[in-house]
């Protein structure tokens, strides 16, 4: 089964980049997410990349994937404080299921 | 378009009783999934529900177990409830073209 890691923790001043880091195991992985929980709150999809693309955008935000080395990254532009929160890396638990696989989250805390 | 939901929000439970938790997907999708978010152990995938039928689950006893209705919501039920089964309650959904996953906000169950 899919194994993923991140490291749990990231202070940045507000204005900032963050760069949030994830690697997985399994190469067949189709997609792969990033899902942010703010405290209190359920999951909030921020957005997923397509195993056959190395980079997405999506305003603020930045996908990295390097499929050699297993390698997922998510970058902030312009970190404010209302993006602390945990942010989760996940990926298809098995392949052919939908069922997802959770790093253990990075806790992003943004300082004025 | 209205999102996840689950109820209840918050549920007391004292150790050997039973918790019955639900979740109603996104309008449209099929597929509901369970996750147990418990303190210092990150989000663990508990079980899949797709037109009705169980088709993946996790590493939980069968004390843990589900089913989805006909209109594909869902119900966990959680019997002889011991003192670790506290956590957040996640529920998501997916379907139509997209096996991408919705949360809701969760149950906290705590169990005294």
């Known amino acids: 089964g899919e194994d993923v890691e991140q490291s749990l923790f990231l202070s940045v001043r507000e204005g900032d980049s963050s760069v949030i880091n994830c690697t997985y195991t399994d190469s067949s992985s189709t997609y792969l997410y990033w899902y942010k929980q703010e405290p209190g709150a359920g999951l909030q999809l921020l957005t997923y990349i397509f195993s056959n693309m190395d980079m997405k955008q999506d305003q603020r935000l930045t996908v990295l994937l390097n499929k050699k080395d297993k390698h997922l990254s998510l970058r902030i532009a312009d970190t404010q404080t209302g993006d602390s929160a945990i942010y989760f890396c996940a990926a298809p638990r098995d392949s052919g299921y939908s069922t997802l696989t959770f790093g253990k989250g990075t806790m992003l805390l943004v300082s004025p | 378009e209205a999102g996840v939901t689950q109820s209840p929000t918050h549920l007391i439970k004292t150790r050997g009783q039973q918790a019955t938790l639900r979740c109603s997907p996104i309008?449209?999708?099929?597929?509901v999934y369970w996750y147990q978010q418990a303190l210092g152990l990150g989000l663990q995938f508990l079980l899949w529900y797709d037109e009705g039928e169980e088709r993946n689950r996790g590493n939980f006893p069968p004390r843990f177990s589900g089913r989805q209705f006909p209109n594909y919501s869902s119900e966990l039920n959680v019997n002889a409830l011991e003192l670790e089964d506290s956590a957040l309650y996640l529920c998501a959904s997916s379907g139509g073209n997209t096996e991408t996953q919705y949360f809701g906000p969760g149950t906290r169950l705590l169990v005294l």
């Open positions: 309008s449209g999708h099929t597929s």
